[in-house]
Structures are given as structure tokens and as C-alpha cells.
């Protein structure tokens, strides 16, 4: 299984990115969306079921939705009121049976 991460970029406190993640192979099942700040851990934005049950941590919520397009394999992050503080690499995986397969990862910077 192979991800492709993109929609990253850099925009101003209060505007808005999606970032989409194509995922190629079968049987996947739970997708989510991660990131890494300089010098931090990385922590999860969302996360999203085959049957589309989502969950967010409450940094994001309210902000962020996760969507998916099972035909295309294919998941999304709507980033709404984005702040500095979502400055991050932003990294996407996919669960596949018991193996977690992780995208390139897409820079957002958000700054005036």
C-alpha cells in the first residue's frame, strides 16, 4: 500500500487548506490524519472508519473534518480557522489488516 499526500501549503491565520491522501492497494480500512511540529511528538488530527465513524482530538474539533471517498481510496482533511499552532508536517496513514502504512507528509505553515 502506497500514499500520496497533498494540499499543503501556507496561509494566514483564520483561512482554510484541504489536504487529500490517495491511497493505492486493497482491504484498507481506518484512515486518519497525523502531524509533527519542530521538536514535538507527533499527534493525531483525525481518524476515520471504512464506515465513515470519525474522531478528533479537541485541538481540531470544530476545525477539522475528515472525509473519505471508499471508491477511490482516497481520504480528505477540510482545515477550517487554522491557527500558527497547526504549523506541522501533516501525515497520512491507512490501516490495512494489522499493518499501518503512512504517506509522505505535507507541510502546513500558517503565518501572516
Known amino acids: 500500500v502506497q500514499l500520496q499526500a497533498s494540499g499543503g501549503g501556507l496561509v494566514q491565520p483564520g483561512g482554510s487548506l484541504r489536504l487529500a491522501c490517495a491511497a493505492s492497494?486493497?482491504?484498507?480500512?481506518?484512515m486518519g490524519w497525523y502531524r509533527q511540529a519542530p521538536g514535538k511528538q507527533r499527534e493525531l488530527v483525525a481518524r476515520?472508519?471504512?464506515?465513515?465513524?470519525?474522531n478528533y482530538p479537541d485541538s481540531v474539533k470544530g476545525r477539522f473534518t475528515i472525509s473519505r471517498d471508499n471508491a477511490k481510496n482516497t481520504v480528505y482533511l477540510q482545515m477550517n480557522s487554522l491557527k500558527p499552532e497547526d504549523t506541522a508536517v501533516y501525515y497520512c496513514?491507512?490501516?490495512?489488516?494489522?499493518?499501518?502504512?503512512w504517506g509522505q507528509g505535507t507541510q502546513v505553515t500558517v503565518s501572516s
Open positions: 492497494g486493497r482491504g484498507i480500512n481506518d
Open positions: 496513514n491507512a490501516l490495512v489488516l494489522t499493518t499501518v502504512y
Open positions: 476515520i472508519t471504512y464506515g465513515g465513524r470519525t
